[in-house]
């Protein structure tokens, strides 16, 4: 992957499914030429159900959507104050296998967190990054034709409540924590994501990383 700069777009509050449906649309058009991007972002408030998930999970949705979608996992929730990055990765072309890109993830994650003072770790046999029992990062991605898209959800500074309302990614009981009450004080949602953005691209072998002007196609309203 020598010499290949990592691009990033920083978007903003977006509707989920617009931004999924983009990502679709640029996992199946993108050729080997493709640059590779990460998406930073937050959504409003939704509930995203995997390809494996099961109903059992969603305990109490009330008035928050659910979304049946294409990646791995169970059921996890998207929120305001939550940092989402979406990885559109050429994982062929970095010569990586699914298990080695989850852990290069999640290490960058640690490291992003350690540099909060956060003693964060991965579970081998729960993906994501926990503080002491409580997890604060999820995973969840999706190969196709040997490229990725979906990724990484951060908890900074939302509210925790409608985590309540499920069973976070599959997993009753348990605990859900974020940046904030990790460290007691208040969190630059942008910084977060430049010192992430630095932890990913270095990880996985970028040579570097550049902002990417403009924002993506939704075919419908973001």
């Known amino acids: 992957m020598a010499g290949q700069v990592l691009g990033i777009r920083e978007l903003g509050r977006l509707s989920y499914e617009p931004v999924w449906h983009a990502m679709q649309r640029f996992t199946n058009e993108r050729d080997a030429s493709t640059p590779d991007e990460l998406w930073l972002l937050e959504h409003p408030p939704v509930f995203t159900q995997g390809q494996a998930g099961k109903p059992e999970h969603l305990l109490l949705p009330g008035d928050i959507p659910v979304v049946k979608v294409d990646r791995g996992g169970q059921v996890t929730y998207h929120g305001p104050g939550q940092l989402v990055v979406y990885l559109l990765l050429?994982?062929?072309?970095?010569?990586?296998?699914?298990?080695?890109?989850?852990?290069?993830?999640?290490?960058?994650?640690?490291e992003v967190l350690a540099s909060y003072a956060v003693d964060a770790y991965p579970k081998a046999d729960a993906p994501g990054v926990y503080v002491g029992d409580a997890k604060i990062a999820s995973l969840g991605l999706r190969i196709r034709n040997g490229r990725s898209f979906h990724g990484l959800a951060l908890n900074l500074d939302m509210d925790l409540q409608p985590f309540a309302?499920?069973?976070?990614?599959?997993?009753?009981?348990?605990?859900?924590?974020?940046l904030r009450d990790?460290?007691?004080?208040?969190v630059n949602f942008n910084e977060v994501g430049r010192r992430l953005s630095d932890q990913l691209a270095r990880h996985l072998d970028y040579a570097g990383h550049r902002p990417l002007a403009g924002g993506i196609e939704c075919h419908e309203q973001c």
């Open 165 to 178: 309302r499920i069973n976070p990614c599959g997993y009753a009981g348990l605990r859900m924590t974020q």
């Open 90 to 110: 050429d994982v062929r072309r970095l010569g990586l296998g699914v298990r080695e890109l989850v852990s290069r993830i999640e290490r960058s994650l640690v």
């Open 182 to 186: 990790e460290t007691a004080g208040s």
